[in-house]
């Protein structure tokens, strides 16, 4: 089985962008949902994964600004804990399996570190539970 089958492309993900602001980056997470997204530079490559905590962690430290004053930090200056290793879009799917046991998505990225898209635990338990009934 390809990586492919099981890929959401970037076009369907939150992603947050290396010049947003914090602001922004919370704002987008709120908007969906989510309490991590993968993080791009501006040329689409895969730098890491911000997370809820480490915004949280983030404004602590900054002692809790206000709405506006977040418009001036650049989420490049929170803190990551912990990032989300990658799959390049050619891995064989024991790879696959191996991360997303213990990430909740997995990005994948091409032969230039380019991010396309993610592959999410979700989606993977849903296609081995189909197979397991049939």
């Not at 991010?115 to 635990?121: H, K, L, N, Q, S």
């Amino acid at each position: 089985m390809n990586i492919l089958f099981f890929l959401t492309p970037k076009s369907e993900v939150a992603y947050v962008q290396e010049d947003d602001t914090l602001r922004q980056a919370l704002e987008k997470m709120e908007h969906h949902g989510y309490a991590a997204v993968p993080l791009l530079s501006v040329d689409g490559k895969y730098i890491g994964t911000i997370t809820d905590g480490d915004m949280l962690w983030g404004l602590k430290k900054r002692n809790f600004p206000g709405i506006r004053q977040m418009e001036e930090i650049p989420v490049m200056k929170i803190r990551r804990n912990h990032d989300n290793r990658p799959v390049h879009i050619n891995e064989d799917m024991e790879q696959l399996l191996e991360k997303v046991t213990v990430q909740n998505f997995v990005p994948v990225v091409d032969d230039g570190k380019v991010f396309i898209g993610i592959v999410t635990r979700r989606d993977v338990i849903r296609y081995l539970t189909g197979q397991q009934k049939k």
